[in-house]
């Protein structure tokens, strides 16, 4: 059965579930990185799921796959700014480093659904 609505999917569903963790864990970041790394980080990460949204609408399957290349784009820089949080020691981030790998597993096996001619 066809989604009717991005919201039904399962990677907009985590990617949005990431994008409220990047918000709570940069909540408590310095006030100094607020036009760095806080605004940098959440912007990215909003990014992903705004793409997932985008690219469902799309008819064309090299469309929508490219709107999911972007997302996953997106999270591969989440990855980094949560590998800088730790280091920085901003934060802990095992939750979110796990929920970014699962997103990714989706986005890439969501693109390569599309992309299959059974589709």
Not at 28 to 40: D, H, N, R, V, Y
Not at 46 to 68: H, M, Q, T, W, Y
Not at 90 to 119: H, Q, R, V
Request: aromatic residues 12%; positive net charge; proline residues 3%.
């Amino acid at each position: 059965m066809k989604s009717k609505s991005f919201k039904e999917l399962i990677v907009w569903q985590k990617a949005h579930q990431f994008v409220l963790l990047v918000y709570k864990m940069t909540k408590a970041f310095p006030k100094e990185e607020l036009f760095g790394l806080t605004s940098q980080f959440r912007r990215a990460a909003v990014s992903i799921p705004a793409n997932i949204a985008e690219g469902f609408r799309k008819k064309g399957s090299l469309d929508k796959v490219r709107f999911f290349n972007i997302a996953e784009g997106s999270l591969e820089e989440c990855k980094y700014y949560l590998i800088l949080s730790n280091d920085l020691n901003y934060s802990k981030p095992k939750k979110e480093f796990e929920l970014a790998e699962e997103i990714g597993k989706l986005l890439n096996s969501y693109s390569k659904k599309i992309l299959s001619p059974d589709s």
